[in-house]
């Protein structure tokens, strides 16, 4: 069963609530859970800066092991 992404609805240019406003650049904030980051995220969420649509992050698995 998969999930289907859902436009986050802005006022259209002709003010019309509930449809995408196709001339605003989708923000997405590349969230690598550094300190850099996570205070762009922080920022974003207490109004300090515009929110963003969608964090995006992604474990990779290349950390080092806890202790090295």
Known sequence: MG???QPNPRPG???SAG???RSA????????AGVQSSAVLLLA???AIPRFDAALFADTGW???AGV
């Open 63 to 65: 950390e080092p092991p």
């Open 13 to 15: 240019p002709s003010g």
């Open 19 to 21: 449809l995408p406003d």
């Open 25 to 32: 650049a989708l923000r997405l904030l590349s969230l690598g």
């Open 45 to 47: 969420c207490h109004g």
């Open 3 to 5: 999930v289907t992404a």
